[in-house]
C-alpha cells in the first residue's frame, strides 16, 4: 500500500474529522489491523505513520467512521481528499 492514503486518513483524524472516506479497501484493511494488531505493525513500512492512525483513533471522543466510496467517480469529498493525501504523502 503506498503512503498518501494513510497520509490523509492521518490528517483528517489531526484536524478533528470523524467522517473519512476513501476509495481504496487496502487503506481501510490496513487501519483494521493497526487497530487490533498494532504490534504486528511495528515492522510495517509506514509503522510510525499506522501507529499515528490509531493514537488519534483511541484518543478521539468522538466515534471516527471509515468509508470505502467508488474511485473518480466525481465525489467531491473523495477528490479533494485525494489531492490532500497527495500532498501529504510528499511532506
Do not use: F
Amino acid at each position: 500500500m503506498n503512503r498518501a492514503e494513510p497520509a490523509g486518513i492521518a490528517a483528517a483524524l489531526i484536524n478533528k474529522h470523524t467522517h473519512i472516506a476513501t476509495d481504496r479497501a487496502g487503506a481501510l484493511r490496513q487501519m483494521r489491523n493497526s487497530i487490533h494488531y498494532l504490534q504486528r505493525m511495528k515492522w510495517h513500512r509506514h509503522a510510525k505513520l499506522q501507529e499515528n492512525i490509531v493514537h488519534h483513533i483511541q484518543l478521539s471522543k468522538d466515534t471516527i467512521h471509515l468509508y470505502k466510496v467508488k474511485a473518480h467517480a466525481g465525489i467531491l469529498g473523495n477528490e479533494c481528499a485525494d489531492a490532500v493525501a497527495k500532498c501529504s504523502a510528499k511532506n
